[in-house]
Nanobody, 128 residues
């Protein structure tokens, strides 16, 4: 069983930085692809970034490339989302999610339907 808990959200100014954490209390976290999604008020949830099990491969949404970075520490059952140079449009509730490996699937992990487990989200507000 995977239980995801996000933390690190809050208020950040434009040009600042913030690091979100997604932690799992289970024993199989390293077997899952982990993604971050976000949902702004009144909008649908959208993909942000995903990282493969070994941390060597990632997928990024165009809107965050060059500003956000994802990493994972499997020994700590944790994935990090480093948000640099945030913009007001990055304001949203951020969710982490875990997807099982699919050996026959070679696409990106940007679709919500690929993910089985979800955290409850953490609010990020970027002020100008």
């Amino acid at each position: 069983q995977v239980q995801l808990v996000e933390s690190g959200g809050g208020l950040v100014q434009v040009g600042g930085s913030l690091r979100l954490t997604c932690a799992d209390s289970g024993r199989t976290f390293s077997n899952y692809i982990v993604g971050w999604f976000r949902q702004a008020l009144g909008n649908e949830r959208k993909f942000v970034v995903a990282i493969r099990t070994n941390g060597a491969s990632t997928d990024y949404a165009d809107s965050v490339k060059g500003r956000f970075s994802i990493s994972r520490d499997n020994a700590k059952n944790t994935v990090y989302l480093q948000m640099n140079s945030p913009k007001p449009e990055d304001t949203a509730v951020y969710f982490c999610a875990a997807a099982p490996r699919r050996p026959l699937y070679s696409g990106t992990y940007s679709r919500e339907s690929l993910y089985t487990y979800w955290g409850q989200g953490t609010q990020v507000t970027v002020s100008s």
